[in-house]
């Protein structure tokens, strides 16, 4: 038995999704089990096409054939594929005409929504943008909390905005802030299960998922290691009072990584709140 393998020149390699297949019959078996999982989960939510099986395995192929495009091919401390993945399908469904990215990064997550919505308004903060290497010329960005009075979008048709919290801020705060302010639909990145919350740097505690966790009693003391660092954090009632109380629609997205082999997702989760 034998391997055949052949170096790629750097802009062939560079276009490829790679670590990948190039063998489209294998390509599309993959793609097919991507779908299942996607267009399940997809079925459940409010904004779920008629037939979510054939719409979501467009939009599966359409994110395979854009991937290698994407100006940010070193994403480390952002979205990783699978994330895209999910973060590509879901604003192409939704069709917001307003997004607010709050946690821009290296600029990677607003190339995706970008190439899910071309004509939506898009408005990306981070409290620095000293690490963007992708710019929408389109877009307007900001050097800070997206709750600063600068970031101006008192015009918005609130029913059809969404916003995706990348921010590592915690959850509770900006579900609260959402609501204050008219938001309806958002995705939450970083939703981790408490018992997996070592899995990122800085979590946004407390998460959706420990907020909606009712096996959790409020005043635990969590702690947990990383990087050899311990870190510890009180579970406090105040933190969470009245926030799953306007939520009406709460859904974690499936990891995708058990189909692909892909790095975990972060538990990108679509979150509706009460009119
Ligand atoms: C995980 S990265 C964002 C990744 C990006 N959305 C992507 O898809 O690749 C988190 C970012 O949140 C930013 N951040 C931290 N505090 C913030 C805040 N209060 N408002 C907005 N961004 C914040 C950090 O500076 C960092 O760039």
Not at 234 to 259: C, N, T, W
Request: net charge negative; aromatic share 10%.
């Amino acid at each position: 038995m034998s391997v055949e393998i052949v170096n790629l020149p750097g802009d062939e390699a560079a276009a490829l999704v790679s670590p990948g297949l190039l063998w489209p019959a294998l390509q599309a078996r993959l793609e097919a089990r991507l779908v299942t999982v996607m267009a399940d989960a997809v079925g459940q939510l409010p904004f779920a096409p008629a037939d979510p099986a054939a719409t979501v395995a467009a939009l599966v192929r359409e994110f395979y054939g854009l991937y290698p495009s994407r100006p940010v091919t070193d994403n480390k401390g952002g979205s990783g594929f699978n994330d895209s993945l999910w973060l590509f399908v879901l604003a192409r469904l939704i069709a917001p005409k307003h997004i607010l990215e709050s946690g821009v990064h290296k600029g990677h997550g607003t190339w995706v929504l970008r190439r899910a919505c071309p004509e939506a308004d898009i408005v990306s903060c981070d409290i620095t943008l000293k690490n963007l290497i992708y710019h929408d010329e389109n877009a307007r960005y900001f050097e800070c909390d997206w709750t600063d009075p600068r970031v101006e979008l008192s015009t918005w048709d609130r029913s059809r905005s969404l916003i995706f919290f990348d921010d590592h801020i915690s959850h509770a705060q900006r579900v609260r802030e959402a609501k204050v302010r008219g938001f309806r639909l958002s995705l939450f990145d970083d939703n981790l299960p408490v018992e997996t919350i070592y899995a990122t740097g800085g979590p946004p505690l407390p998460t959706l998922a420990m907020i909606m966790d009712e096996s959790l009693a409020p005043g635990c003391e969590i702690a947990w290691t990383r990087n050899a660092k311990s870190y510890k954090y009180r579970y406090k009632a105040e933190d969470i009072q009245g926030v799953s109380d306007v939520i009406d629609h709460y859904f974690m997205l499936p990891d995708l990584a058990p189909i692909n082999r892909y790095s975990a997702g972060s538990g990108l989760s679509f979150v509706q709140l009460a009119e």
